[in-house]
Structure formats: structure tokens, C-alpha cells
């Protein structure tokens, strides 16, 4: 199975500030991910798809980048309501189709 | 909109089983294949099946595989998943939720169902 990693883990910033989150893929899945956004007591929201494709209804802050393993969600603009986990999902192939492990933003 | 209303959780004995629905709505529900995922307490996301837009093709976490089986009712907009000899560590809230038209890009979730295994 691919394993898919994240960091940081956690990270604590200012509202305005510009945020990196970054997620390796133990082999190869061309632009095959997915980053969602989970906030305390709510279910997953998709915010992009195919790497860098923003999902219907997503704030233009958000944005992702990169192919092959190495992959980045870029919060510009920090705003209060974005606090919440973010997980990448690889959809390489076959299932399963595993999350890393999560990086929690504080505010 | 769509719609996902996760159902059938609660508190099950370790060995028991237990079988959760999702209604779905607010969209074309045949042509999209449908996801089970969970989150355990403090944990992360752990995808757990899948099933195609037809009920043909399934896949499975190999943790799950031969213990869970998912299924879909066209006729009623329902997604199931089954859950027999149930652990411990599966424990957690499980959101069905909605593929899209890749049917792997999990596009839509529901609010989600907790099940808690304790004896």
C-alpha cells in the first residue's frame, strides 16, 4: 500500500499569515491527490483535487501544488474559520486509498 | 444539494455485528460510486471501502476485507456497510460518503455515525 506522510504535524499561526502544509507519497502517483479539510465536531470538506484543482465553493486562499511524491497545500491569508486538520489523500490506482496523517492548524 | 445521513451507530459488544445505512439525496445516486471512511477518537482518516456505481465492484481496507461488506440499494438511495465480528479498534465515527465523477475523488461526506465496541 502507499504510504503518505504530512508535515508538520501541528503548526500554530496568525490570521493574515500564509501557511505551507506538505505531503510525500512513498512512490509515484502523478497528480493523484486530494486534501480535505476537517474541522472540530464536523465531517471532512474536499477542498482540491488532482493536486491543484479547487473544489466547487473553496475559498481562492487555498491552493495545491506538486506531481509525482511531493505534494503542498498553501493557506494565503490565514482566516479564523480555517482552523481545523488538514489530510492529503492519495487516489493512485487501486484502493485503498490512504490519508496521511493529519497537521492540525492553530490560530 | 447533496445529501448524506449517516445512521446505525451505537454502543456493540466485541464479536457482535452491527450494520450502519447512509440515505442519500439531492442527487443523481446511481451514477456514483459511494465510500465508507472512520475516524477514530483523536485519530486520523482511514479510508474502508468502496463500492461502484452499480453495486458490480467492491474494494476493501485488508484490514476490514472478510469482516465488512459494503453494499448499495439504487431502488432507495441507500448505502450500506456491514460489519461483523467487530473489534475494539474499530471503534470510531464512520461517514459514508459521495465519489465523484472520478469515482475515487471522495467529493461529499456525510455528517457521520459513531459506533463504540466495549464490552
Known amino acids: 500500500d502507499i504510504r503518505m506522510t504530512q508535515s508538520p504535524s501541528s503548526l500554530s499561526a496568525s490570521v493574515g499569515d500564509r501557511v505551507t502544509i506538505t505531503c510525500q507519497a512513498s512512490q509515484d502517483i502523478t497528480d493523484r491527490l486530494n486534501w480535505y479539510q476537517v474541522k472540530p465536531g464536523k465531517p471532512p470538506q474536499l477542498l482540491i483535487y488532482d493536486a491543484s484543482i479547487l473544489h466547487s465553493g473553496v475559498p481562492s486562499r487555498f491552493s495545491g501544488r506538486g506531481s509525482g511524491t511531493d505534494f503542498s497545500l498553501t493557506i494565503n491569508n490565514l482566516q479564523p474559520e480555517d482552523l481545523a486538520t488538514y489530510f492529503c489523500q492519495q487516489f493512485h490506482n487501486l484502493p485503498p486509498f490512504t490519508f496521511g496523517p493529519g497537521t492540525k492548524v492553530e490560530i | 444539494q447533496v445529501h448524506l445521513v449517516d445512521s446505525g451507530g451505537g454502543l456493540v459488544q466485541p464479536g457482535r455485528s452491527l450494520r450502519l445505512s447512509c440515505a442519500a439525496s439531492?442527487?443523481?445516486?446511481?451514477?456514483?460510486?459511494m465510500h465508507w471512511v472512520r475516524q477514530a477518537p483523536g485519530q486520523g482518516l482511514e479510508w474502508l471501502a468502496v463500492v461502484s456505481y452499480d453495486g458490480s465492484t467492491t474494494y476493501y481496507l485488508d484490514s476490514v476485507k472478510g469482516r465488512f461488506t459494503i453494499s448499495r440499494d439504487n431502488s432507495k438511495n441507500m448505502v450500506y456497510l456491514q460489519m461483523n465480528y467487530v473489534r475494539v479498534e474499530d471503534t470510531a465515527i464512520y461517514y459514508c460518503?459521495?465519489?465523484?465523477?472520478?469515482?475515487?475523488?471522495?467529493?461529499?461526506w456525510g455528517q457521520g455515525t459513531l459506533v463504540t465496541v466495549s464490552s
Open positions: 439531492g442527487f443523481t445516486f446511481n451514477i456514483y460510486g
Open positions: 460518503a459521495k465519489g465523484s465523477a472520478s469515482w475515487k475523488v471522495i467529493d461529499y
